[in-house]
C-alpha cells in the first residue's frame, strides 16, 4: 500500500521495510498547457551530503553528465529534455545497503534549465511529485505530491532521504528557491564557474577549494522535554508598559479566539496573540498583506483583511508595533536571542530544514526592522549554535537559553523573541509537537505564559 505524503512529513523508510533495499527514484511533472513560449527543460538531481550539509567531492552532485555516484550506489537515469508522457520523467536508483557511510543525506532536487533566460519559473509546473519504488517487486512505497504551492521559484529541493540510528528516513521537503541550479549549489557547497548561466548545468561541477561548511545535525541526538498541554488556548496579551493591546476580535461573535494563516496555507497553523505570527503575518513578511485570512475559533467563520476594515486596521498596529519594539531594544543581545532561539527550534527534531533556515535568513535580509543587522553574523551565529547544539545537544541548549534569558526584564523583546520562533517552526507548513515543547521551554526561561503563543 502506497504512503501519502504531505509537505514536513517524515516516514521510517526501511524501518518499517526490512527488506527494502534496492529503490528507485521517480521524479515527475508537468508543464501547464496554457505555458507559452520556449520549451520547458527540467532536470532532477541528487546531492549526496555529509552531516554538514554539504557534499564530500566532485562525485556527489548526481546529474545527466556526473550520473554515478556513492562509488556507483546511486545512478541517475539521464536528461528528459520535454518531460512529455506518462509516469516518471527521470528516474535515480540506489542501493541503500552499500551507500558509503560518509554520505549521511541524499536531497533530490528539480531545476528549470535557463529558466531565467527563457522567464520561466515553476508556477508554470504542476504535478510535480517524487516516489520511492522497491527496485526488486516494481512496488510503490511512498509519494509525495508537491501541490501548486510555488510560483516564481526556479528550483525546488524536494525531499531527502537521510540515516537515522542506521536506518534510512524520508522527508517531504517541498522548499523552493529562486536562484536556480546556483543557489542549490551554493547552498551545498558546489561553486559553478561565472560564465555558467544561474539556472543551467555544466558541463562538470566546479567546485570550491574552501566551502563554506553551514549548519550539521546529529540524527542520533534524542530530545525529551517536558510535555506542554497542547489544549491552551490563546488570548491577547498586554504589552510591558501595563496597557492593554488593541485586540482582533471575531466581526460575527467578537470572539478574540482567532488564528491567522496565508490564504490556501491552511489557517489555524498561525496563531494570532498581541502580534501576528506564524507562516505569513509579521514575521513573514506579509503584514498587511490582503492575503491574510482569519478564523475564528468559536465560531469557525472566516475572512480577510481586504474586507474587514477593522481586521486591516489591526494588522497595521501590528507592524507599526513591531517596529516600535524593535527600535527600542535592538543591540546584539536581542539579536543574540533572536537567533539563538531560531537555532533550539530548528534543531528540535534533530534535522536542519531548509525551509527554516531560509525563514530566518530570508526575514533578516528584507524586514525593515532588522535592516541594521549583519545577515552575515546571523549567518554565523546560527551555523555556530546549531553546531553546538549537533555536538552536545543538552550543553548547548543551556548556553542557548542563557542567551535568551538575557531578554526575560524585557517582555514585549521576549514576546518577539518567542514569536520569531514559532515563526521558525511553522517554515516547513507544520508546526509539530516537538517545537511546541522547544517554545515551551523558552518561554519558561523568559517568565512567559506559553499559552500566549501556542494552543
Known amino acids: ?3 501519502t505524503l504531505s509537505k514536513g512529513q517524515k516516514v521510517d523508510l526501511t524501518k518499517k521495510n526490512p527488506n527494502l533495499n534496492n529503490v528507485i527514484v521517480g521524479i515527475g511533472w508537468d508543464v501547464n498547457q496554457n505555458s507559452r513560449g520556449y520549451s520547458f527543460d527540467l532536470d532532477a538531481s541528487a546531492f549526496l551530503l555529509n552531516s554538514f550539509n554539504k557534499v564530500n567531492n566532485e562525485d556527489d552532485f548526481i546529474f545527466y553528465n556526473n550520473p554515478n555516484g556513492g562509488q556507483g550506489t546511486i545512478i541517475h537515469s539521464g536528461d ?3 518531460g512529455v508522457g506518462s509516469g516518471d520523467d527521470e528516474q535515480i536508483k540506489i542501493n541503500l545497503g552499500l551507500v558509503p557511510s560518509n554520505i549521511e543525506k541524499i536531497a533530490f532536487t528539480i531545476t528549470i534549465n535557463d529558466a531565467k533566460e527563457r522567464n520561466q519559473n515553476f508556477g508554470q509546473i504542476s504535478n510535480s511529485y517524487i516516489r520511492i519504488i522497491d527496485a526488486d517487486t516494481s512496488e510503490v512505497i511512498l509519494r509525495y505530491d508537491l501541490g501548486r504551492d510555488f510560483s ?29 541550479l546556483a543557489a542549490l549549489c551554493n547552498m551545498f557547497g558546489i561553486e559553478v564557474e561565472e560564465e555558467q548561466s544561474n539556472n543551467s548545468y555544466p558541463s562538470a561541477p566546479v567546485y570550491s577549494q574552501n566551502p563554506i561548511v553551514h549548519t550539521h545535525y546529529d540524527q542520533n541526538q534524542g530530545y525529551n522535554p517536558q510535555t506542554l498541554d497542547n489544549n491552551q488556548q490563546i488570548y491577547n496579551s498586554q504589552l510591558s508598559n501595563g496597557n492593554q493591546q488593541s485586540e482582533i476580535t471575531c466581526p460575527y461573535c467578537h470572539s478574540t479566539q482567532v488564528t491567522a494563516g496565508k490564504k490556501g496555507f491552511g ?33 469557525n467563520k472566516r475572512w480577510s483583511a481586504s474586507n474587514n476594515t477593522n481586521s486591516a486596521q489591526w494588522l497595521r498596529e501590528q507592524s507599526n508595533n513591531a517596529k516600535n519594539i524593535v527600535n527600542r531594544y535592538l543591540d546584539n543581545d536581542f539579536a543574540e536571542a533572536l537567533v539563538a532561539g531560531s537555532a533550539l527550534v530548528a534543531m528540535a527534531d534533530g534535522v536542519i530544514e531548509y525551509s527554516e533556515r531560509e525563514r530566518l535568513i530570508n526575514y533578516f535580509k528584507t524586514s525593515q526592522e532588522m535592516k541594521h543587522i549583519d545577515t552575515n553574523m546571523v549567518l554565523s551565529k546560527f551555523d555556530c549554535y546549531t553546531q553546538k547544539l549537533q555536538r552536545d545537544f543538552m550543553m548547548g541548549k543551556a548556553e542557548l537559553l542563557r542567551i535568551i534569558a538575557k531578554m526575560r526584564t524585557k517582555p514585549d523583546a521576549a514576546r518577539f523573541v518567542v514569536r520569531l520562533c514559532c515563526t521558525i517552526g511553522l517554515a516547513d507548513g507544520e508546526f509539530s509537537n516537538i517545537e511546541k515543547q522547544v517554545i515551551g521551554e523558552i518561554c519558561r526561561e523568559l517568565n512567559l505564559n506559553t499559552s500566549e503563543f501556542v494552543y
Not at 156 to 174: M, Q, S
Not at 272 to 279: C, E, H, M, W
Open 152 to 180: 516564481i521559484e526556479t528550483a525546488i529541493v524536494v525531499a531527502e532521504l537521510y540515516r537515522y540510528n542506521n536506518e534510512w528516513k524520508f522527508n517531504a521537503v517541498g522548499s523552493g528557491f529562486q536562484g536556480g
Open 1 to 3: 500500500m502506497t504512503v
Open 80 to 82: 528528459n529534455k520535454t
Open 267 to 299: 489557517v489555524g497553523k498561525a496563531i494570532v496573540g498581541g502580534l501576528l505570527l506564524g507562516p505569513v503575518g509579521l514575521l513573514g513578511g506579509l503584514i498587511g498583506s490582503k492575503n491574510i485570512e482569519f478564523l475564528c475559533i468559536n465560531c
